[in-house]
């Protein structure tokens, strides 16, 4: 029900001594399934780390098709790739609960054609969620929902750093859909994203922030409104 692969309850990377760390490093983890949430890791209070590690093809029935995270602390994807992993709800890769309070931190992965039936095609962050959720570096291809085809934030911050977008997809937001959540993004490349709203980005609260800067968008296309960034209210702060 709980955890394709693990699931990993209070417990941190510093109790690695008494051997409760939850490392995976190098491993070929697919086609795992799990019938209500993470297909490989369900993360409750503990810290999680899978490094230079192949994730492909894992299915969650409602959320996060690789990891789901209930409450606080962190879940980090160093390197590796992640490829068509599904959610048929919430969060491709990884969703998080309305209790969550802790971080996600994705770097340097290669994460290609992952998606989810609703919001987040690679991450989804609760509305009741806060905290950082970063993206440092890699490549982004083909990731998709209805809402954020690579991030919903509903709060909380997101901070994107000299990573690849392209070709990722949504009806709102091709990259990023956020409501309450703040938005930056430094040194980004956005190329050939689709949506019907926000080539790039959607934007559905006007006290939200978002700031690009030093990015690149070419080539991103939107069928209604705003190629790169479509605001949904009449004032949002960019």
Do not use: P
Request: charged share 15%; aromatic share 8%.
């Amino acid at each position: 029900t709980y955890g394709g692969v693990l699931c990993a309850q209070y417990s941190t990377l510093s109790d690695a001594v008494q051997g409760a760390a939850h490392n995976l490093t190098e491993c070929d983890i697919h086609s795992n399934e799990a019938a209500w949430q993470a297909g490989v890791v369900y993360n409750d209070e503990s810290e999680v780390r899978l490094t230079s590690c192949v994730v492909r093809d894992n299915l969650a029935v409602l959320d996060g098709g690789v990891s789901y995270e209930y409450f606080g602390f962190a879940t980090s994807l160093v390197g590796g790739s992640y490829v068509r992993n599904f959610a048929m709800n919430d969060g491709g890769v990884i969703a998080t609960a309305d209790l969550y309070i802790g971080s996600i931190y994705i770097s340097n992965a290669m994460v290609r054609g992952n998606g989810a039936a609703l919001k987040g095609g690679v991450v989804k962050v609760s509305f009741g969620a806060s905290g950082m959720s970063t993206l440092q570096g890699g490549t982004y291809i083909r990731n998709g929902a209805l809402e954020g085809g690579v991030v919903h934030v509903a709060k909380g911050s997101l901070s994107i750093d000299a990573a690849k977008f392209a070709e990722c997809s949504a009806e709102y937001g091709a990259v990023v859909y956020t409501t309450l959540g703040d938005v930056s993004a430094n040194g980004s490349t956005f190329a050939r994203n689709n949506a019907t709203f926000g080539g790039v980005v959607a934007i559905d609260e006007a006290t939200t922030a978002i700031a690009l800067t030093n990015c690149t968008a070419r080539g991103n296309k939107a069928s209604a409104q705003g190629g790169v960034v479509y605001c949904c209210r009449d004032y949002c702060k960019i």
